[in-house]
């Protein structure tokens, strides 16, 4: 975690109309106090429907919760039938937009060039990306697992700069995890982000590589998210199923 605040998000996934969307910020925000701020960063990633009720109530309550999206169009604006500009996001004060989650790639093929586009777009309108990674359990049995992790950063993270990423978070996901109740180790999710991190060093340099926040994802819990903490590359969580629940999600953002 070195000097690196942790970032702790909750990625309601297609959960959550926006009156229960509020009604989990106002429980959240009632749960949290200004120590747990102080200790870590926390995002909410409501489906789009409710970006803008959440944003009012933190804005009008001043809730230091940051608001995140999940997904994004790279183009600003045009004939795309059902998408969502990064313009529309920054103008709701969205800060955080989740790319490349592997739902996204897995049910909806998106690619990793697809993933690099919609990057780069987060970036150039002022917000920060949480770039996803992860390998599937074929994978991860057949010892695949760096390859494919360094081989979706490489890509998702083409055309970025040193200076851009700052402004970058990383998500290691393993496919497997996700929604499963089966969380990788803290061991072997903290091996996969410590090479998530000396790649990025490759590339950027080791102290633009020591800033970047790489949250951890799949299947964490208020039982095992202060284990994973523990480990010195996990700066963070980017939580599904236990974050729709404020209670529990604020449990978590209480590691
Ligand atoms: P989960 O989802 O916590 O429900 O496993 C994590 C994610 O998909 O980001």
Redesign the pocket.
Known sequence: MAGRKPLISG?W?MNHTHLEAIAVVQKLAYSLSPADYERAEVSVHPAFTALRSVQTLLEADNIPIALGAQDVHPADSGAFTGEVSPVMLAKLNVSYV?VG???RRQLFGETDEQVNQKLLAVLKHQMSPIL?VGETLEEREAGQTEAKVLGQLQAGLAGVSAQAMGRVVI?Y?PIW????GR?ASPEDAQAVCKAARSALGERFGTAVAAQVRVQY????TPANISALMAQEDIDGA??????LDAEKFAQIVRW
């Open positions: 990625n996934k989740i989650h592997s739902e996803c998500a996901e995890a996700i929604g499963t969380n994802g799949g299947s964490v980017l939580v599904g199923g236990a974050s």
